[in-house]
């Protein structure tokens, strides 16, 4: 926010270039050998008043529209019980708005994910999670808790059976969990057969249930999302999966971020800093001691004058953002203060 915002979300904002983050995701995945996939192979799950914008910035692609958001559970739930692929074939679940740095490997983690996803550890078809190292007690991301000792070497890559996932702990338990031996951030990316999945939705869930029964029409979706609440995928079931040892983590190092906050942008667009520049309109630019983003996306100038170290300044058509860098995760809880209850801008 402000360039995030009900009616251009953060996946298609070119926030890294000039491809937009879904471009990039699609980019990402699409033509390599690593992976086999082609566009005919790529469902995009998002709310239906954003199809458009899809059709616009990756033509052909093939997109689920939900007549409003649940969460993650019922996005992958609706691909899921859906799509008229194989059973027994692997999907993945990634996220449109992420960065991955070191792109070449991520495919080669994604690679060894599909593999796992067929059965390891004794686990038939098991759910498959890549996890990050963990940082800083963070408070935004889910923790995974691999056991250890019960690891090996699989595909080329280290891999664990998970014993526990807690998703978004508060401050004090999210500093006890980084005393946990191998504990990773989720990062919110999956691989597993489509009927592994399936099966985990209809034993920890009620979704299979609704969405195959009511959402053969559009109007029946609609109906069946009306009985829905919202829950992410990690809540409704990975957390009850990986009680019953059926979850399998991937470590990864490959750059990732999910570029949750103008603090996190700045470190991934890493120009150097200079002393002034001119922004244009989709452009953006450090200035002075490396701590000041100004991101431009409208036609008006905007002008920073002896800017404080730490500062963020970002001007949209509809609105500007200035802050201190320290207190940029604060956004979120500023906008649900100031947000229309009716479209939430």
Not at 177 to 188: D, K, T
Not at 280 to 293: E, F, K, M, R, Y
């Amino acid at each position: 926010w402000p360039l995030s915002r009900p009616e251009t979300p953060k996946p298609f904002l070119p926030l890294l270039g000039d491809r937009s983050l879904l471009q990039r995701t699609v980019d990402r995945i699409t033509g390599h050998d690593e992976l086999s996939i082609g566009p005919d192979d790529v469902c995009v799950v998002t709310d239906r008043r954003y199809a458009q914008l899809v059709r616009d910035q990756v033509p052909g692609i093939r997109i689920l529209g939900e007549p409003s958001g649940r969460n993650t559970a019922a996005a992958i739930a609706l691909a899921a019980i859906h799509l008229e692929r194989p059973e027994d074939e692997v999907m993945f679940v990634l996220p449109a708005d992420h960065l991955i740095e070191r792109e070449d490997a991520f495919r080669g983690v994604l690679a060894a994910a599909a593999s796992l996803a067929e059965g390891a550890f004794g686990i038939e078809s098991p759910l498959v999670t890549l996890g990050i190292q963990v940082a800083r007690a963070a408070t935004e991301y889910g923790y995974l808790l691999p056991d250890i000792d019960a690891g090996a070497t699989l595909h080329g890559l280290r891999a664990y059976p998970l014993r526990a996932f807690e998703e978004k702990p508060n401050q004090g338990r999210a500093a006890a969990l980084l005393a946990e031996p191998g504990v990773a951030w989720n990062a919110g990316i999956f691989a597993w057969r489509r009927r592994a999945i399936v099966d985990a939705l209809a034993r920890y869930t009620s979704l299979t249930t609704l969405l195959g029964s009511f959402a053969s029409s559009e109007a029946g979706l609609a109906a069946a999302y009306d009985q829905l609440r919202p829950i992410s995928i990690d809540h409704a079931v990975m957390e009850g999966a990986a009680s019953d040892r059926r979850v399998v983590m991937v470590g990864m190092d490959v750059g990732w971020d999910d570029l949750g906050s103008w603090s996190s942008l700045l470190a991934a667009v890493g120009v150097p800093g200079i002393d002034a520049q001119v922004v244009q309109p989709g452009q953006s630019v450090v200035v002075a001691p490396d701590d000041l983003i100004v991101e431009r996306f409208g036609g008006r100038l905007v002008a920073v004058p002896q800017a404080d170290e730490g500062t963020i300044t970002v001007e949209a058509p509809v609105a500007l953002l200035r802050g201190a860098r320290p207190h940029a995760a604060r956004v979120d809880a500023l906008l649900e203060r100031c947000s229309s209850p009716e479209d939430g801008t």
